[in-house]
């Protein structure tokens, strides 16, 4: 007989297409408060029917082998996440980021990679129980690791959290040519890249490099026989932004400009979905329901027509 909770996350898994957003708690609006039920609310209303909720591990330095959950990711806060995203209809959907202060999660670079990979997931697994108990379809277990991702851990690390979990994994890579390098997607029930990729000023330059993109990820899906999600497309609503769409507000200060933000991420869903994706997250959305709004270069969609890219 198949396990009812098997069956309960088959059906709660998200459509053939889908698009959502990259949830991160605001210090001001916790999960489990009126402010972070409100803004889930709010992504709903806007057109999403996925949140993906952004969980993190962390450790102090590149080279560290003893990563921990961080203090705003301890299990009750993730539990509290998860029941607000299902009070509000939308389907969650556990995303798992590592945490180096002063760097970015690519540049991990443990000292011992198998002793790594075991304490990451020990680290992870009381979040992988939660998603469990509460019904989750689907954890991104890892995002942007290319630090490790050649590294000979992933077929134990994967066994060890499909032991304690009987829904679908995912890892995120970075870029589109990461995801093509990676050789571990028969491990996973997806494949799953962030998408940043530099563009044209002009919109039939774009267009161009995102078919081309795009076709990449359609063949890419091809050759594992598993769907293709976007798990992060984010652009700032900034100008100058196009050929360094990865750079934060700290790294590059520039006037707003609400509508490229739209206009860019409208023209890369509908390539995307007509290249066969099945999934888009974009980045980002946050607890505070006043995040965002006309003054704000940074890459969050609240507030701003940005919202629009929602919509089916």
């Known amino acids: ?12 898994r998200p459509a053939s297409y889908w698009t959502g957003a990259n949830v991160k708690m605001s210090a001001d ?14 992504l709903a209303h806007a057109g999403a029917s996925v949140a993906m909720q952004v969980a993190f591990a962390w450790q102090p330095t590149p080279e560290s082998d003893t990563p921990v959950l961080g203090a705003d990711s301890q299990p009750d806060v993730v539990r509290a996440g998860l029941k607000d995203i299902k009070a509000a209809g939308l389907e969650p ?10 760097h970015w999660a690519g540049q991990v670079a443990p000292a011992h990679p198998a002793l ?17 108990e509460e019904g989750v379809a689907t954890i991104v277990i890892a995002t942007e690791l290319r630090g490790v991702e050649k590294a000979e851990g992933w077929p134990d690390f994967v066994k060890t959290i499909r032991a304690a979990y009987p829904g679908h994994l995912a890892y995120d890579a970075d870029n589109p040519e990461q995801a093509e390098a990676f050789q571990h997607w028969d491990l996973f029930d997806v494949i799953t890249t962030s998408l940043y990729t530099a ?10 490099v995102m078919r ?7 063949a890419l899906g091809q050759r ?12 700032r609503s900034g100008q100058g932004v196009l050929s360094r769409p990865w ?9 707003v400009d609400l509508n490229i933000q739209r206009d860019v991420l409208e023209d890369w869903r509908t390539v995307l979905v007509r290249h066969g994706v099945r999934g888009i997250s974009f980045w980002c959305w946050y607890t505070d329901p006043r995040a965002g709004g006309p003054d704000d270069s940074d890459f969050t969609l609240q507030n701003k027509p940005g919202e629009a890219v929602l919509k089916k």
């Open 116 to 132: 790594w990979f075991r304490n990451y997931a020990r680290t992870i697994l009381p979040l992988v129980a939660v998603a469990r």
């Open 29 to 42: 609006a916790p999960w489990g408060s009126p402010a972070a039920r409100e803004s889930m609310a709010r």
């Open 212 to 218: 081309d993109t795009a076709g990449h990820l359609r």
């Open 93 to 102: 959907i556990l995303k798992i980021h590592l945490w180096i202060p002063w």
């Open 224 to 235: 594992w026989q598993r769907p293709v999600w976007v798990a992060e497309l984010g652009l």
């Open 199 to 208: 563009l044209p000023d002009d919109r039939p330059g774009r267009l161009r």
């Open 247 to 255: 750079m934060s507000p700290e790294e590059l200060k520039v006037p």
């Open 1 to 12: 007989m198949v396990p009812v909770l098997v069956v309960a996350l088959f059906l709660l």
